[in-house]
């Protein structure tokens, strides 16, 4: 269950990792039960303020998503109601599309991009 | 004359310190290598990083170890007039043992936390799972009970007015184990490898190691603390308790010792790499 921050993108690292959380918990990736790691070790894993992290979980709390159970940690909560996870999807490859058209590239240069890309992960 | 002594006992130690450094003491050899690894079918990068690592711990500790010693035989010399080691009438200020062990964790807590600078990357990665908890974990715990129990024990003692001795020793002891705690918690929160599975078994390799030999020392330092405090219990001048108090003070001893040894980030004498 791994998650990847990109540093250069216009994306603040807090809504990338809320987002890929979100992700992982609406694809049952994450099951409900699971404990996330405590703030300090997941923001020493990432190289973030302990703060960020932190708001991560409040944010992702907040939608219902995880439940923080004190010296017990933040455990996963059913996410089955969460539906982003396809039309993320959907949009990425639109944003893919788009500017792969603006570059003038033609869709075999955008297949080796996410061909690429899928296999740096 | 005694400053004289002072700096005479200074010099040996630091250099009994360059001599050990220098012919060899914390070089680390293949066999070294093949007992942190747990396999002498390590790649070349593989063995440069438990090297290095090794090799690291055994400097800082060494001279965290000779530090610590060195201001026992200071303090030992310029306030209480003679040194000890292990337990004795002078407190463990003067006492070499408890003070190079205190060294050595601090020498231990320095090598975990020290890093190297990473090179810049505009992508970060990390698991969503938990890191390993601590290794040797009753070994943590009985280091625990002994703190707490000299610290009740000689807060009891001072308590009933038999002096304040065994509560000093008992707080100095805490101290040096929160120490130790500190290092356990940068050993189980530091970053972990995530993208190569070669690097995550390497890195647990070096947690584990390192866990296991700070748990051996936590809990030498507490039971070295516990007997300091059973030793300067006042009170015990005759009859069975006398014979109980020494035993008592005798195990400890020993007891520090072979925790101690143990602890050491060598591989034992009759450890064999099991060939490849």
Not at chain 1, 87 to 107: E, F, K, R, Y
Not at chain 2, 150 to 168: D, E, H, I, K, R
Not at chain 2, 204 to 216: D, V
Request: charged fraction near 15%; include cysteine.
């Amino acid at each position: 269950m791994i998650v990847h921050l990109d540093t250069g993108s216009p994306v603040p690292v807090f809504e990338q990792l809320r987002s890929q959380i979100e992700r992982l918990i609406a694809s049952g990736q994450l099951r409900p039960g699971t404990k996330l790691p405590p703030i300090r070790h997941l923001a020493t894993d990432l190289g973030l303020a302990r703060a960020t992290v932190n708001k991560v979980y409040d944010a992702l709390a907040r939608e219902g998503l995880v439940e923080t159970a004190g010296r017990h940690g933040t455990i996963v909560l059913d996410g089955s109601k969460v539906t982003t996870a396809a039309s993320d999807l959907s949009a990425a490859a639109d944003t893919v599309v788009v500017i792969a058209h603006q570059l003038g590239l033609d869709a075999s240069a955008a297949h080796r991009a996410l061909d690429e890309a899928l296999r740096r992960l | 004359m005694a400053s004289f002594g002072i700096l005479l006992l200074a010099l040996g130690i630091i250099i009994a310190a360059g001599l050990s450094l220098a012919v060899g003491g914390t070089h680390v050899s293949a066999r070294d290598v093949a007992w942190l690894a747990g396999t002498s079918d390590s790649s070349p990068a593989e063995t440069d990083v438990y090297s290095r690592y090794l090799q690291r711990h055994r400097v800082h500790r060494l001279v965290g170890g000779l530090l610590g010693a060195l201001f026992a035989v200071i303090a030992g010399t310029r306030w209480y007039g003679s040194v000890s080691f292990g337990v004795g009438t002078n407190g463990p200020l003067a006492d070499m043992l408890f003070c190079g062990l205190s060294g050595v964790l601090v020498g231990a807590f320095s090598a975990e936390t020290f890093r190297l600078s990473e090179p810049p990357s505009a992508t970060i990665s990390a698991s969503l799972t938990q890191h390993a908890g601590v290794a040797r974990p009753q070994l943590i715990r009985a280091a625990r009970v002994s703190s707490l129990g000299a610290l009740l024990g000689s807060a009891l003692v001072a308590a009933t007015g038999n002096g304040l001795t065994p509560l000093w020793i008992a707080i100095g002891g805490l101290v040096v184990a929160l120490v130790a705690e500190a290092t356990q918690s940068a050993i189980t929160g530091r970053r972990r490898p995530v993208l190569s599975d070669r690097a995550q078994a390497v890195d647990l390799r070096m947690r584990s190691f390192a866990g296991t030999s700070i748990a051996r020392l936590q809990l030498a330092v507490a039971v070295l603390t516990a007997t300091w405090a059973v030793s300067q219990v006042p009170g015990v001048d005759a009859g069975p308790l006398t014979l109980v108090q020494a035993l008592a003070v005798i195990t400890g001893f020993v007891i520090t010792v072979v925790l101690l040894h143990r602890a050491s980030p060598r591989p034992p004498r009759k450890w064999i790499a099991e060939p490849s």
